[in-house]
């Protein structure tokens, strides 16, 4: 009896120990969709368009900012953005290095490095860096919008250009299994 419950638990050690070992599986197709939704949703911000940046956005969107106020619905949260959308002060970047959706719920999670870039010329810190995570829904249509964005207790600290240049060269696609 003592062997089997022995041998029973190096199993499972054994088991255990390959599974923290082997790779995540691959995207799956939403996973990868949402990925592709996610860069774009960041363009939108990189190329000032606040109309793509809108169409994002579900219509019961909210998102909350770093001063822990929350904006609520698509009209609102395009206000709260305007000025980053604008990218006059601050420019902003961010792109998905992990998204999560589980089995056809229409429903994801998509997390990521972002940065800012205040354009001050005093500015004290010129570039700030954080993570982001972001949920996203999927409509009848099929088409992806964010829902929730923010929270988490994630504020921007401090960086140097050198974290910046690691953060855009870390930049890649949606992963699969062919690559």
């Known amino acids: 009896m003592l062997r089997s ?5 190096g199993l499972s050690l054994s088991a255990i120990a390959a599974a923290q070992q082997a790779p995540p599986p691959a ?37 909350i900012s770093g001063r822990d106020s929350v904006a609520r619905g698509r009209d609102a949260v395009v206000a709260d953005w305007s000025s980053l959308i604008e990218g006059k002060d601050v420019r902003l970047h961010w792109y998905p290095d992990a998204v999560t959706a589980t089995g056809d719920t229409g429903v994801a999670v998509s997390r990521g490095p972002y940065w800012m870039e205040n354009l001050a010329p005093d500015a004290k810190d010129k570039w700030m860096a954080g993570r982001f995570i972001s949920t996203w829904v999927r409509d009848a249509q099929g ?3 964010v829902l929730y964005d923010g ?5 921007p600290k401090p960086a140097t250009k050198e974290d910046i240049d690691k953060l855009v ?10 690559q």
Request: hydrophobic residues 45%; negative net charge.
């Open 5 to 9: 419950a022995l041998l029973l638990a």
């Open 27 to 63: 995207p799956n197709t939403a996973e990868c969709a949402v990925w592709a939704r996610e860069s774009s949703f960041a363009k939108s911000v990189e190329d000032h368009d606040a109309k793509a940046f809108a169409e994002h956005l579900h219509a019961d969107a909210s998102f």
């Open 151 to 155: 929270g988490g207790g994630n504020v």
């Open 143 to 145: 088409t992806w919008h």
């Open 169 to 178: 060269a870390g930049r890649k696609a949606c992963p699969t299994a062919a």
